[in-house]
């Protein structure tokens, strides 16, 4: 298939946002991070990256929240073509242009979402033949949520996050996504969690998750859904308690907040059931918009 370009020359990646159906999260290592059990489910919400020949590196956005999305080079895409770059010695002399409908500062992995769309982008781009393997090595070190935005589908993340292991998903999931107004810092969410559990017992995944996800019930993996940062979250961010009772109220089986927040997740029977705890959501006060979405989401892809 013939990728499609935003304009000639260049090269579009879509790539998902993501859920945390389960973050089981460690006691601090000496090097600042913590170790996690952190179970990934990629959800049909997208970003697009179009990465276009330049003269120099330079970064664009659009789309909702676009002007909280830095355009320098602390970008997440930006340093993702600088690497790619850097490796294949070559100048990171392209435009990067992200279209936004990934929720921005909202636990949803929208930025890391970036960082993987404009390192597929490049390799696509550049012609450098990357492996999967180097590119993920890549991702790793851009950060923790980065290479499971390159993988999607569902994945368990281990180290930091950044080491995954692919898991079988027996069904597709429905799910509604509470926008806060507002965001939340993830190292200060973190902080707070040290504050307030100092003796953080050893990360594992839920044998009860990982088999909700494989026979694809959506009862029983609401059952199991857990976020040991939401505490925290909650406690820098109290408003959100009333978010997940107006979803959980609405009908949802379970609400939890999204990785470090503060968008909200709520797992949901259906499609029809999707759309009645979204209309109830926005009419509830309590958010600034809700988003209906599926999972799981393929991870980034040249379009």
């Given at each position: 298939m013939?990728?499609?370009?935003?304009?000639?020359?260049?090269?579009?990646v879509?790539?998902?946002?993501?859920?945390?159906?389960?973050?089981?999260?460690?006691?601090?290592?000496?090097?600042?991070?913590?170790?996690?059990?952190?179970?990934?489910?990629?959800?049909?919400?997208?970003d697009?990256?179009t990465?276009t020949?330049?003269?120099?590196?330079?970064?664009?956005?659009?789309?909702?929240?676009?002007?909280q999305?830095?355009?320098?080079?602390?970008?997440?895409?930006?340093?993702?073509?600088?690497?790619?770059?850097?490796?294949?010695?070559?100048?990171?002399?392209?435009?990067?242009?992200?279209?936004?409908?990934i929720?921005?500062?909202?636990?949803?992995?929208?930025?890391?979402?970036?960082?993987?769309?404009?390192?597929?982008?490049?390799?696509?781009?550049?012609?450098?033949?990357?492996?999967?393997?180097?590119?993920?090595?890549?991702?790793?070190?851009?950060g923790?949520?980065?290479?499971?935005?390159?993988?999607?589908?569902?994945?368990?993340?281990?180290?930091?996050?950044?080491?995954?292991?692919?898991?079988?998903?027996?069904?597709?999931?429905?799910?509604?996504?509470?926008?806060?107004?507002?965001?939340?810092?993830?190292?200060?969410?973190?902080?707070?969690?040290?504050?307030l559990?100092?003796?953080?017992?050893?990360?594992?995944?839920?044998?009860?998750?990982?088999?909700?996800?494989?026979?694809?019930?959506?009862?029983?993996?609401?059952?199991?859904?857990?976020?040991?940062?939401?505490?925290?979250?909650l406690?820098?961010?109290?408003?959100?308690?009333?978010?997940?009772?107006?979803?959980?109220?609405?009908?949802?089986?379970?609400?939890?907040?999204?990785?470090?927040?503060?968008?909200?997740?709520?797992?949901?029977?259906?499609?029809?059931?999707?759309?009645?705890?979204?209309?109830?959501?926005?009419?509830?006060?309590?958010?600034r918009?809700?988003?209906v979405?599926?999972?799981?989401?393929?991870?980034?892809?040249?379009?």
């Open positions: 013939t990728p499609r370009s935003a304009a000639p020359g260049s090269i579009t879509r790539v998902p946002a993501k859920v945390n159906v389960q973050l089981a999260v460690g006691a601090a290592r000496p090097d600042g991070f913590h170790d996690l059990a952190n179970v990934f489910l990629a959800v049909g919400l997208y697009e990256v990465a020949p330049a003269d120099e590196l330079r970064v664009t956005c659009a789309g909702p929240g676009a002007d999305v830095p355009l320098d080079r602390t970008n997440l895409a930006a340093r993702a073509a600088e690497a790619l770059a850097a490796r294949y010695g070559r100048r990171a002399d392209v435009h990067l242009h992200i279209a936004k409908d929720p921005v500062a909202g636990g949803m992995a929208g930025g890391s979402a970036d960082g993987a769309g404009a390192l597929v982008a490049c390799d696509a781009l550049w012609g450098t033949g990357a492996s999967r393997d180097e590119l993920l090595d890549i991702c790793a070190e851009l923790s949520d980065v290479p499971f935005s390159l993988v999607g589908g569902a994945a368990l993340g281990t180290g930091r996050g950044e080491k995954l292991a692919e898991l079988a998903v027996g069904g597709t999931f429905h799910w509604v996504f509470a926008v806060a107004d507002g965001g939340l810092s993830t190292p200060a969410v973190y902080r707070e969690f040290d504050r559990t100092p003796d953080a017992p050893e990360p594992v995944a839920s044998p009860a998750l990982l088999d909700a996800l494989r026979t694809g019930d959506p009862t029983a993996l609401a059952g199991a859904l857990t976020n040991d940062l939401q505490p925290a979250a406690s820098l961010f109290p408003a959100l308690t009333d978010t997940l009772k107006a979803g959980t109220e609405a009908g949802a089986l379970a609400g939890l907040v999204s990785g470090s927040g503060p968008t909200t997740a709520f797992l949901v029977k259906d499609a029809e059931s999707a759309v009645r705890v979204a209309a109830a959501l926005r009419a509830s006060g309590t958010c918009t809700a988003r979405a599926v999972a799981p989401a393929p991870g980034a892809t040249v379009v």
